[in-house]
């Protein structure tokens, strides 16, 4: 299986607390774990806007635990623009996009996903 982590996913994941048991497993048992260049841009504006901390750099804590970068593309973004809009978080969207472009399962705690028709596993 190939996972798409949301931001908060690899948060939890990197914190080593409130990823459930299922979440963890599949983490541990994909065969690659990636980790969108959005959730490092969502980072660092939540974080210049003190709504965020975190430990580590994501680029840290993604390479630490194995897992891969994941660039926006251009057939990402075009993706975007198909979506109903089901969410307006345009970090959200774009992972959407990406899991659907790529074939990926997005591991999220986010309800607002399954209009979408993505494979999840609940964070």
Known sequence: MRL???THALIWWDEGTGLRP???RAIRDADQVYVSAV???EVAIKASLGRLRTRRAVADAVAESGFEELPVRLCHAEAVARLPR???DPF???LVAQALVEGLT???GDRAFRPYGVKL???
């Open 86 to 88: 089901h969410h307006c």
């Open 121 to 123: 596993i609940g964070a």
């Open 4 to 6: 798409l982590l949301d």
């Open 39 to 41: 959730c490092g841009w």
């Open 106 to 108: 997005l591991v999220t």
């Open 92 to 94: 959200d969207r774009m």
């Open 22 to 24: 299922a979440a963890v």
